[in-house]
């Protein structure tokens, strides 16, 4: 955290509304960034790690490389050593650029990594399992089962969501959380 700005982290599960909630906090004013979004970067634009995939894997499109590590834990932990570190270094050189009073990050792995120390407060975007497999394509493997599970975080979590409304009551909720931290 600098004197004028907060480092908050949204997290949550595949399909808990984690985006929503990170376009929410952009529409009241925070500054944001999306780790999924820093990660097809990474793939698409560094030639470090477009030359890993395309030598671990023969590709570089995520759909595929998506069916093959979602299947084997090896090959999943080979690429999160690849793309982790880098993730981590662009939303912290990101960050250290923000002029807004909060800058927010989209986290998905937060708490599994331990990358909430990294902010000053964490926000939980949770639903429950049926509605998110609802919001969300099918998934290769079981991708949840690493997860910490949804009531473990939201103890940790100094704002927590249940996200089973509409996009007016998450935008209510942003809204709220925007209000208390900047005052």
Same mark, same amino acid.
């Given at each position: 955290?600098?004197?004028?700005?907060?480092?908050?982290?949204?997290?949550?599960?595949?399909?808990?509304?984690?985006?929503?909630?990170?376009?929410?906090?952009?529409?009241?004013?925070?500054?944001?960034?999306?780790?999924?979004?820093?990660?097809?970067?990474?793939?698409?634009?560094?030639?470090?790690?477009?030359?890993?995939?395309?030598?671990?894997?023969?590709?570089?499109?995520?759909?595929?490389?998506?069916?093959?590590?979602?299947?084997?834990?090896?090959?999943?932990?080979?690429?999160?050593?690849?793309?982790?570190?880098?993730?981590?270094?662009?939303?912290?050189?990101?960050?250290?650029?923000? =002029? *807004? #009073?909060? &800058?927010?990050? %989209?986290?998905?792995?937060?708490?599994?990594? /331990?990358?909430? @120390?990294?902010?000053?407060?964490?926000?939980?975007? =949770? *639903? #429950?399992? &049926?509605?998110? %497999?609802?919001?969300?394509?099918?998934?290769? /493997?079981?991708? @949840?089962?690493?997860?910490?599970?949804?009531?473990?975080? *939201?103890?940790? &979590?100094?704002?927590?969501?249940?996200?089973?409304?509409?996009?007016?009551?998450?935008?209510?909720?942003?809204?709220?959380?925007?209000?208390?931290?900047?005052?």
């Amino acid at each position: 955290m600098t004197a004028n700005r907060l480092d908050v982290a949204i997290t949550g599960g595949i399909g808990a509304g984690k985006s929503e909630a990170l376009a929410a906090f952009s529409r009241h004013g925070a500054a944001t960034i999306s780790s999924d979004e820093i990660v097809h970067e990474l793939i698409e634009e560094e030639p470090d790690v477009k030359a890993a995939l395309l030598e671990r894997f023969g590709t570089t499109r995520r759909s595929d490389i998506a069916e093959v590590v979602f299947a084997d834990r090896e090959q999943l932990t080979w690429l999160e050593q690849l793309l982790h570190p880098r993730v981590v270094q662009r939303y912290l050189e990101w960050r250290e650029r923000q =002029t *807004a #009073p909060l &800058a927010v990050t %989209e986290v998905p792995l937060l708490y599994e990594t /331990g990358g909430d @120390e990294r902010f000053d407060k964490v926000v939980l975007i =949770t *639903a #429950p399992k &049926a509605l998110r %497999e609802a919001r969300r394509e099918p998934l290769p /493997g079981d991708r @949840e089962t690493r997860l910490i599970d949804d009531k473990e975080k *939201a103890k940790r &979590a100094d704002y927590a969501f249940v996200n089973t409304g509409s996009l007016e009551d998450l935008d209510e909720f942003v809204a709220s959380v925007v209000q208390d931290l900047t005052k």
